[in-house]
Nanobody, 123 residues
């Protein structure tokens, strides 16, 4: 099993910045892609940004130029630097990891999610 623990959410004024962190732990053999998703009430969870183990990134059009995703492969941690925040960025942000675990001689590939962290952008 893999546990993802997020931190860094909170309340910020429009135009401000926040940095989210997500640390993965458990019986990890390797992690392929890691990413951040967000969800607001009544809407589907949407991809915000993703990064592969090799460092290739992908962003939602709505956050390009404002958000930056990065990761520390040695620490199994992914970060999301959010700048120039807007009220429409308000959501619960979830960390995601596509991980391979190893247990009793068998490799397992699965998707894991964090518990979510609230980001509120408001004056």
């Amino acid at each position: 099993q893999v546990q993802l623990v997020e931190s860094g959410g909170g309340l910020v004024q429009p135009g401000g910045s926040l940095r989210l962190s997500c640390a993965a732990s458990g019986s990890i053999f390797s992690i392929n892609a890691m990413g951040w998703y967000r969800q607001t009430p009544g809407k589907q969870r949407e991809l915000v940004a993703a990064i592969t183990s090799g460092g290739s990134t992908n962003y939602a059009d709505s956050v390009k130029g404002r958000f930056t995703i990065s990761r520390d492969n040695a620490e199994n941690t992914v970060f999301l630097q959010m700048n120039s925040l807007k009220p429409e960025d308000t959501a619960v942000y979830y960390c995601n990891a596509d991980a391979i675990t190893y247990y009793s001689g068998v490799y397992y590939s699965s998707d894991y999610w964090g518990q979510g962290t609230q980001v509120t952008v408001s004056s």
